[in-house]
Each structure stands twice: as C-alpha cells, then as structure tokens.
C-alpha cells in the first residue's frame, strides 16, 4: 500500500503552507513535481523552492511533464476524461517505479485538492484500476479565500448562498437563480463580458497571493473593459495567468 499525499499549497506564496502541509512533504519519500511548459515556469520553479529552501528533510524530486487536454474534442467532458486517464497513467507508473512498497508519496496542488482541481479525481483513477493506494488530502489556501481577503469582503451577503461556478458555465446559462452572488473560476474568456452588467459589482484578481497580485472592482459596467484590457496584458506579460472573480448583483 502506497500513501499519496495530496498538499495544498496555496496560491504562490510560500507563506501559504501550514505546519500539516510542511510536515507532509518532509515526511514524504518522493515528490511528484509537474511540470506545465515554458509558458507556466513559474509554478513549477515555486514548488522546487518549496522542496529545495522549506522542507528540512530532501525527498527525491521526480519531475514530469503535464499532458494537455485536447480543446477540440466535440464534448468538454470527453476531453476531459481523456486527459485525465493520461494523468493518471503517468502518476501510476511514477508511484510504481519510484515509490517503495509501503511508501510515502506526495504532491503539491495549487491552491486546494477540493476546489475546481481535479487530483483527487485522478488519484481515484489509479484504485479504480486495482492499484494498492492510500489517498490522503490537506487543505490549503484557496484563490477565492486569498481573492475575498484581499478585497476586504465577505464571501456571501446575509441569509444569502453563492454559487462558486466556471466561465463556460456562466457563458452558457447566464446568472444562475435563488442567489445575487457568483464566485467565477476556470475562466479564460472574461465570461461576465456576455451579461447584463446593470446593478452588478465585480471584485477581480489575477495572480492573488503572488508578488504580481492584480485586483480591480467596481460596477462591471465600469470596470468590465478595464479588467479585460489588464488581464490580456498580464497574460502577454507574464505567458500565462490565473485570475478569479466575484459578482454581485446590488440593489440600487
């Protein structure tokens, strides 16, 4: 019985981690360490600072590269499923050339293994396929935790629910019903673009928790075209972006 660890590890800043989060990987035998392209550099270049200045102890690092999901499939959902039995494959033939019986392996997710992140999903790939394995998660620093905090703003209105929700969803089906606040995620396409914007308030952030953290709100009215000006620069700036936002309808 292998143990896989999955570590929460916040939004990019080190700060981040807890004690739990520390302790799992110093106790691990080896770290899984992806690694997403040129253009995502950074993520990867986090996690070996994490492995190589945090952690008192020195796991074997085992670096891999990550496959990328196919955008043309017909269905979402088929594409996704295809890349994710990739992911799987590899994570399974890593743990089982690298991995001693009975060992500790652990991986490092950005941001939380249970908020629009898909490793738990693969790691129950791996038992459904027969592999002795033992899945343990710790919770990390979401986006949208880091998002409200740095906005200064309750996550929900009083007596009132939030959807948490993706780009593609809100693109499709507009504003959900029975609630006046959408935390949107996932989103490469400035999906509230395609809404009404009257009475609506947006807090938006791209890179939160990082040195480079962007935050703009205001009525989307106002801000919208700002907030897609400052997101397409960033993103040709930096090569890649993580950005993350909140709206609100409010009664005027």
Same mark, same amino acid.
């Given at each position: ?41 950074d ?29 043309n ?36 997710? #950005? @941001?939380d ?8 999903? /693969?790691? =129950?790939? %791996?038992?459904?396929? *027969? ?34 929700t ?30 009404d ?6 807090? #938006? @952030? ?9 935050? /703009?709100? =205001?009525? %989307?009215?106002?801000? *919208?075209d ?27």
């Amino acid at each position: 019985m292998i143990t896989l660890s999955l570590v929460g590890i916040g939004s990019g800043n080190p700060d981040h981690l807890t004690r739990e989060a520390i302790k799992t990987l110093e106790s691990a035998d080896v770290i899984l360490l992806p690694r997403k392209g040129a253009e995502k550099s950074d993520l990867a270049d986090l996690r070996r600072m994490i492995a190589a200045e945090i952690l008192s102890t020195a796991p074997k690092i085992i670096e891999f590269d990550y496959p990328v999901r196919d955008a043309n499939t017909p269905k979402y959902l088929d594409g996704v499923n295809t890349w994710h039995d990739a992911l799987a494959g590899i994570w399974q033939t890593l743990l089982m050339d690298h991995v001693e019986a009975e060992g500790r392996a652990a991986l490092m997710v #950005w @941001g939380d293994p249970s908020l629009y992140d898909s490793t738990l999903r /693969i790691a =129950g790939r %791996l038992i459904a396929r *027969g592999m002795q394995l033992l899945v343990k998660v710790v919770p990390g620093i979401t986006s949208l935790q880091l998002l409200t905090a740095a906005h200064g703003i309750p996550l929900n209105t009083l007596g009132s629910p939030i959807l948490i929700t993706t780009g593609r969803n809100l693109r499709e089906f507009g504003w959900p019903e029975q609630t006046d606040s959408v935390a949107v995620m996932l989103d490469g396409e400035c999906s509230f673009s395609s809404l009404d914007p009257t009475d609506i308030h947006i807090w #938006w @952030g791209a890179y939160v928790g990082m040195p480079q953290q962007t935050l /703009i709100s =205001g009525p %989307l009215g106002e801000v *919208g075209d700002k907030i897609i000006q400052t997101r397409t620069q960033a993103r040709t700036e930096s090569g890649w972006i993580m950005d993350i936002y909140i709206l609100r309808k409010i009664d005027q």
